[in-house]
C-alpha cells in the first residue's frame, strides 16, 4: 500500500491542525450574494499552496483512490483556480510511487482565443474523477461534470474534496454526497465541519 492506516492518521492530525490554525477565517466578511455576509469561510489556498500540506493532503487522497482503485486507472480533473494546485500535488505525488494520474483543469468558460480549449491539459479519453477543494459549498463540481458531459468525457461515480461543508446535523446522506452533482456520484472527503466545531451555515 503506498499509504497504510497508521501513516494515514498522522497525515490527517498535520492536515486538520494546519486548516485548523491557518485556513479558517473568522468575523464578518461580504458573502458572494449581495447583501451577505460570512461569520466564517474557508480558504484553503494556504493549504494547497503550502508544499508540505499539499503533499500530505494528496497522500490522504492516494490512500483512499488505491482503496477504490489499486490500478489507478483514471484521470483527475479539478476546477480553476482551487483545482490547479490539487490536481497538479497529487499527480506528482503519484508520479513518486511510479503512478501516473493524468491532470486536467476545468476552466470556468471556454477559451475565447488560441485553442477555444474549456481544458487545460491533455485530457485522455478515460474515467474521469472530479476533484475540488470543498464540496456541498458552491457549484463548482457541478460545472466541471458539465463540462466533461460536453467535451464526452466519461466521468467516475466517486470525486474527491478536501472538506465537506456539512456536518452531523445534515441527513447522512449529504456526508458523502455533494447538493449539485447526481446522487449517483458519491463524494469522499477528507473532512467535514464536525473536524473543525462548525455548527452552523458560514451566512
Known amino acids: 500500500m503506498i499509504v497504510n492506516d497508521t501513516e494515514y492518521e498522522g497525515l490527517k492530525d498535520y492536515v486538520h491542525g494546519f486548516i485548523n490554525q491557518m485556513c479558517i477565517e473568522k468575523g464578518r466578511m461580504p458573502g ?4 451577505t455576509t460570512y461569520t466564517w469561510m474557508f480558504y484553503l489556498r494556504r493549504a494547497l499552496l503550502n508544499p508540505n500540506v499539499a503533499f ?15 490500478k489507478f486507472q483514471f484521470q483527475i480533473c479539478g476546477m480553476d483556480t482551487a483545482g490547479s494546485p490539487l490536481v497538479t500535488a497529487l499527480s506528482l505525488s503519484a508520479r513518486y510511487h511510479d503512478i501516473f494520474l493524468n491532470p486536467i483543469i476545468c476552466r470556468k468558460e471556454r477559451k475565447a482565443y488560441g485553442l477555444l480549449n474549456r481544458f487545460e491539459g491533455s485530457p ?4 474521469t474523477v472530479i476533484m475540488d477543494d470543498l464540496c ?9 461534470l458539465n463540462a466533461l458531459q460536453e467535451e464526452g468525457l466519461p466521468v ?3 470525486a474527491f474534496s478536501i472538506v465537506n461543508k456539512s456536518n452531523s446535523t445534515h441527513k447522512e446522506e449529504r456526508l458523502r454526497t ?12 477528507l473532512f467535514n465541519l464536525d473536524d473543525f466545531d462548525l455548527q452552523h451555515p458560514s451566512h
Open 124 to 127: 485522455q479519453n478515460m474515467l
Open 136 to 144: 456541498n459549498s458552491g457549484k463548482s463540481m457541478k460545472e466541471c
Open 178 to 189: 455533494d447538493m449539485y452533482l447526481p446522487k449517483e456520484i458519491s463524494v469522499v472527503s
Open 156 to 158: 467516475a461515480n466517486v
Open 32 to 35: 458572494k450574494m449581495p447583501g
Open 56 to 70: 500530505a493532503i494528496s497522500k490522504m487522497f492516494l490512500y483512499h483512490m488505491e482503496r477504490l482503485d489499486p
